[in-house]
């Protein structure tokens, strides 16, 4: 049997939860195209996603650690597919839009450019003046406006939904754009990725951190969530390796996808929502953890914070980040003739600076560390 796009709508229909979102009821996109006979409009948005530029350059751009600072630590790229696994496995015992969710995940950080959460602080600040720069923001930019692989319109032209899962994209370093259906919460899918995107990142930077040597575990023990998983678990501080490493980690997984499936399951129930309208109207977010959970992994999050991102080897590292972007953005914008001729042409639309931070938010680790060296380094003169 084929599963034709029909059949396909079908089985969301007979299988999905009522508040799900069903790709047959999508808002539609921008520009009228027709849909692929063989695949949903949210499983189109996905194949879309996947094949651009900016995707693959995740590859290249940091997580916690710069791109080349060793083989083993996530980067961008990783660290999206470690989200949309999560997310798929919370949407699938939801019984919400899988295809949706994994849809948004991959997309959810295509906007950021390189050095992560530090080269955005410095784009946003040398682009203060024209309107700064957000990785959220940019991420609909590139879907929308800047990725150029079709002749009858710019972007992918993604579903409605889609673009609202990046545009609501929100964790303690993601803030939503306000101006996007203002008055409506975004879809249960959304949501889902909104916590996987927190649960992915507060295990592997724990994973990266110890595995790095930035944390110790002895340290790490005494935060309560983590000291009690090693006591369950039977793992002393004191003869921690790789597999106890692996245990850990794989396990803190599991506990906390385990307990949002469950007391989000609980809290739709008790909020009798039967509708996506009804998740959208409700009065808060119905994705995540319980409360006593919440509060430990939010003393999991301030403890990566003040040891682990603001270690002093990756504040050099931020500082090296920023100077070399802004040295950058600062030859470009002084001598544009430097620029590659598309990016000029870009500037003739956008303006010289606004064209320039596109340029840079595209760069990996790799290349912007290498511009840097051709623009600045007198042994390369190419």
Known sequence: MTMTRARLEAAERAVLAPFAAFADASRGRVHEERESPYRTAFQKDRDRVIHTSAFRRLEYKTQVFVNY??????????????????????????????????????????????????????????????????????????VTELEHRYASFP?????????????????????????????????????????????????HDLDDGLRSGHLDVR???????????????????????????????????????????????????AAQVTTIDDIRRHDVTLVGPGPELALELAELKRFLYERLYFHHRLIRMTRKADHILERIFQAYCSTPEMLAPDVRAQADVLGLERAVVDYLAGMTDRFAGDEYQRLFDPAKLT
């Open 69 to 142: 600072a060793g083989d083993y630590y996530r980067t961008r790229l990783t660290h999206t597919l470690e989200v949309t696994q999560v997310a798929r496995s919370i949407a699938r015992a939801l019984g919400t839009n899988e295809d949706l969710a994994e849809t948004i995940a991959l997309a959810h950080d295509l906007g950021h450019p390189p050095f992560g959460h530090a080269g955005e602080r410095t784009l946003n600040r040398l682009a203060e003046h024209i309107g700064g720069f957000d990785h959220n923001k940019q991420s609909l930019r590139i």
């Open 155 to 203: 972007g992918l032209n993604l579903s409605w939904e889609t673009l609202e899962g990046i545009m609501k994209h929100e964790t303690e370093y993601d803030v939503p754009d306000a101006s996007w259906a203002p008055d409506e919460r975004p879809g249960i899918e959304a949501q889902v990725v909104n916590v996987a995107d927190e649960i992915a990142y507060n295990a």
């Open 219 to 269: 340290q790490v023990a005494k935060v309560p969530l983590i000291g009690r998983l090693l006591e369950q678990l039977g793992i002393d501080p004191n003869a921690f390796g790789t597999r106890q490493r692996y245990v850990l980690v794989r396990e803190l997984l599991g506990l906390v996808i385990d307990e949002v499936i469950e007391h989000t399951d609980a809290r739709i129930r």
